[in-house]
């Protein structure tokens, strides 16, 4: 038992064995193949021949997933670890939709039917480019977060200064901070959709500070992610020397 285990291990978590590649094609184009399909189920008017296709592929990708999910928890060292992942909970939203529309037959929970969109976060387990990004991902997190934290603290103040200095000038559009929002995340984003702009002195001289802003509220995430990835190669670099040896 321990050694069917084993080889069942080597074969889901292990692309570098011919056997485990040929599972990885098989569940990246299901993969695609799914994603497809749920995009082609949107098109008004399919024929009903279509539809039934449509439904059997959705049928046949899911008890695919599914079953790749139960041998995943089953050769896990620590299931309970792999469950409660990133990918385990990626694998659990890519089929929990379709079960809980099969259950419970309520027309407000098929909202649900949207989550089949993530499967395509199922494609980042088999492709190194993708897992490389995941790994960019960790390493960087806690710059993230403060970076985040940092660009909510400039939308909020972007939206008090222009509400302040256009409320009195345009009452309708700077009602209140609230509404001054949208102006402060297009401007800081450097989108400017111009449907929201300062029309006094005070307010276009502060939209250009913003925009001074902005531009490093762009930028800096690309320079985290550039540097996240460097690493990752590095110690993908590493893991492979290690298996090589």
Partial sequence: MHLFRYKLREII??????????????IQSLILLSLVSFSVDTLPGN??????AL???????????????????????????YIFSFYGLIDLIAILPFYISRTIDLRSLRIFRVFRIFRALKLIRYNRALRRFHIAFRIIREELILFAILSAIMIFLSASGIYFFENKAQPEL?????????????????????????????????????????????????????SGLSKARQI??????????
């Fill in 47 to 52: 024929p009903d021949t279509l539809n039934v």
């Fill in 13 to 26: 978590e292990d692309n570098s064995r011919i056997e485990g590649k040929i599972f990885d094609y098989v």
């Fill in 236 to 245: 993908e670099q590493e893991e492979t020397g290690k298996k090589k040896a």
């Fill in 55 to 81: 439904r059997i592929i959705e049928v046949v990708c899911v008890v695919v997933f599914s079953i790749e999910y139960v041998l995943r928890i089953y050769v896990a060292q620590k299931p309970f670890k």
């Fill in 174 to 226: 700077f009602r209140s901070i609230f509404h001054s929002l949208w102006w402060a995340v297009v401007t800081l984003t450097t989108v400017g959709y111009g449907d929201v702009y300062p029309v006094t002195v005070g307010g276009k001289i502060f939209t250009f500070f913003v925009l001074v802003v902005g531009i490093g509220i762009v930028t800096v995430p690309a320079g985290l992610v550039a």
